[in-house]
């Protein structure tokens, strides 16, 4: 009789200790001998999300997640000390080793989109396909689309734009945004620091969806603290530091995973990962497929993005079967 391993809980959960003291929290899901999928959240520090595994087939995939540096369960919580996109690719690598991998299928979106091709550039070798959503290439362009006075947020939404950078100096650019910002998260005063941490917050959520349930982007609705404090502390710290890349660094490397199969699933109306930056990769990247989700925006909530990743890890797990 064929054994069923369901797509929801977790067979195995445990922490890996990185050489810097760094407690990274990581889980296994599915079918412990099924073809190896990485799950990348998104952010930075966003965290993992308590569905993300319906994205997957828990009789063919042996799903793995982790939540990065500063992020959910990892230990020290919030910290943005030795917290660089390095930082994160070495521990991926240190996963991989630590599970006996050799090569593993890389599943991100947004963030996670940007960490999944940066560890595939760093190691193809170790790469059986990508699966993307809501692609991030950490340029400028890619930083003022989502922060910046001419980006899609701010032109579509004006009137959150100006409650978002209130009290910002002009000329508002995204590099004096996330100063400001860092400034009101070390602020000793807490009511001052957990409203600027709910701010920007509350910005990402407003952007995130085509349409938004009730409630959501609504200053007066409750937000878990850690996941505020965790999206808004290391999402700044990131732009600020130009997401540690040197400009276009996909795009210059993106040869050498020419050949690596990949997805990539993208909506029309995402105001937080431009849809152009999708379409430049898409050019760039021979192997790749590319999917414009009509109706939707930047997040998987959406059922048109949900339902592009469960045909795509279904048609990619085939194709890992049918060449391995």
């Known amino acids: 009789m064929k054994r069923l391993y369901p797509d929801i809980g977790c067979y195995a959960s445990g922490y890996l200790q990185t050489q810097d003291d760094i407690a990274l929290y990581y889980e296994l899901s599915g079918n412990p001998e099924g073809i190896p999928v990485l799950y990348i959240h998104g952010g930075p520090g966003a965290g993992l999300s308590p569905d993300y595994r319906r994205f997957f087939d828990g009789n063919r995939y042996r799903i793995i997640a982790f939540e990065q540096r500063g992020c959910g369960r990892s230990k020290p919580f919030g910290s943005t000390t030795n917290n660089t996109t390095q930082d994160t690719l070495s521990d991926i690598t240190a996963l991989r080793r630590h599970l006996g991998i050799e090569r593993w299928i890389l599943f991100g979106g947004s ?28 340029r400028q362009e890619d930083r003022d689309w989502f922060l910046g006075p001419d980006g899609g947020g701010a032109q579509l939404f004006p009137e959150y734009y100006e409650q978002f950078v209130a009290g910002i100096a002009a000329p508002v650019t995204p590099a004096r945004i996330c100063q400001w910002y860092q400034q009101q998260f070390d602020l000793p005063n807490e009511a001052q620091r957990l409203s600027a941490l709910k701010r920007w917050y509350v910005w990402e959520e407003r952007l995130s969806r085509l349409s938004l349930p009730p409630g959501t982007g609504d200053f007066t609705t409750h937000y878990p603290l850690p996941l505020v404090t965790c999206l808004a502390k290391l999402e700044c710290h990131y732009l600020l530091n130009d997401c540690f890349l040197a400009e276009n660094y996909i795009l ?73």
């Open 252 to 324: 210059d490397n993106i040869h050498k995973i020419s050949h690596l199969p990949g997805t990539i699933v993208h909506g029309r109306y995402d105001v937080i990962c431009k849809a152009r930056a999708a379409w430049q990769l898409h050019k760039a990247w021979q192997a790749s497929n590319l999917f414009i989700v009509a109706d939707a925006g930047h997040t998987t909530s959406e059922i048109g993005v949900a339902l592009k990743l469960c045909r795509a890890t279904r048609d990619m797990s085939r194709y890992v079967g049918e060449t391995s």
């Open 111 to 138: 963030w996670g989109a940007t960490l999944a091709l940066l560890s595939a550039i760093e190691a193809p070798q170790t790469v059986l396909g990508l699966i993307l959503r809501g692609v991030f290439l950490a």
